[in-house]
């Protein structure tokens, strides 16, 4: 018998849960919304084709090899761009850019690209908008999607990587923090 099967083996069930029972997905926000995570701006296409969204789901999925890990809504409207362009960029957002990061969360109307008003953008390798002024901008090609209920896991291979100055923004308990 492995370790893990004999841990296996040793677990117990909470009496207090029911079987089967699905957990509420309210209840799984409200417990989300206590961890704090990094402000990330998420954009794809070219000119007025461009999407964005602005996420707190934006990690290393590894570093050898060079790999994000994005998680997407399926219903986004950033995800069929990102999918036809097949390139996007993760750009850090720093405590400056809690404006910036309401117009990519669709906050006044804003879509496609109109959200991009108001900043300056540039490219790199893959062509996809990088914000200038990023505390950190990682460009990358989109390598796989894994579509899973109401979202598609986004892994991208690591083209190129910008940094700038400065402390990055943070979500928790429904609002921005700067991390100043």
């Known amino acids: 018998m492995t370790i893990q099967t004999a841990h296996l083996l040793n677990l117990r069930t909470d009496p ?4 089967g029972l699905e957990v509420d997905p309210q209840s799984l926000k409200e417990a989300l919304r206590q961890l704090a995570g990094g402000v990330s701006i998420i954009t794809t296409g070219v000119d ?11 990690t290393a999925l590894s570093v050898h090899p060079p790999r994000m890990l994005v998680s997407l809504n399926k219903t986004s409207s950033t995800w069929p761009v990102l999918h036809k362009y097949g390139t996007f960029a993760v750009n850090v957002a720093g405590a400056h850019h809690e404006q910036l990061a309401n117009q990519f969360a669709g906050m006044g109307g804003l879509k496609g690209a109109e959200r991009y008003n108001g900043a300056d953008w540039t490219s790199l390798v893959s062509g996809a ?4 002024d990023a505390v950190a901008a990682i460009d990358c090609e989109l390598e796989e999607a894994i579509e899973r209920h109401s979202h598609v896991l986004i892994i991208g291979r690591v083209l190129a990587i910008r940094s700038n100055e400065g402390l990055s923004l943070a979500y928790v308990n429904g609002g921005y923090h700067r991390l100043d």
């Open 16 to 19: 207090r849960i029911e079987p």
């Open 48 to 58: 007025q084709e461009r999407a964005g969204a602005t996420v707190t789901s934006a």
């Open 129 to 132: 908008p990088i914000l200038a």
